[in-house]
């Protein structure tokens, strides 16, 4: 099937950024894992498996639509602190939510409803799992204080 070029176009950048926030969750889960983060290691290795599914999606519906996906990552910064590194994972959702909502009111006006569709369970994970998590680890961190959730991120040995 052909699809709107300019969807198509759009898809690419789409997969792009998944391909960057996978990269940067992979990055950021092993990081965690070397400090001994290991319950913030499971979760950003359990986000970066997401994205993986995401970009997956994506590519597919490229290649569906004819199209010839890009598969290199746009450019991201990784965190060096745990509170740097859960602020640009917070960052980068808030970044593919908008990229999302944009995608999805061009496929709309181009009657692309199936990519629009597809896209809306993306943005439902986005928002409802992943952003909603960032977002209260910041406000745990607020609550507690770095240094009492950094210590609950450990998990010991038995």
Request: hydrophobic content about 35%.
């Amino acid at each position: 099937m052909q699809g709107h070029p300019e969807v198509i176009e759009c898809l690419k950048e789409l997969l792009r950024g998944e391909l960057a926030a996978r990269d940067q969750y992979f990055v950021h889960s092993r990081q965690y894992e070397d400090h001994g983060y290991m319950r913030l290691y499971e979760r950003m290795n359990h986000e970066m498996e997401e994205e993986t599914q995401h970009a997956d999606v994506i590519l597919r519906r490229i290649l569906f639509l004819g199209g010839k996906p890009d598969m290199r990552p746009h450019e991201f910064t990784q965190g060096e602190t745990v509170l740097e590194m859960l602020r640009k994972d917070l960052a980068t959702e808030y970044e593919v939510r908008e990229n999302l909502q944009t995608a999805m009111a061009l496929c709309e006006e181009l009657r692309d409803y199936s990519s629009r569709d597809m896209l809306q369970a993306q943005l439902n994970d986005t928002e409802e799992d992943h952003t909603y998590w960032l977002e209260k680890q910041l406000r745990l961190i607020e609550q507690v204080g770095l240094q009492n959730y950094k210590q609950a991120q450990i998990d010991t040995p038995i």
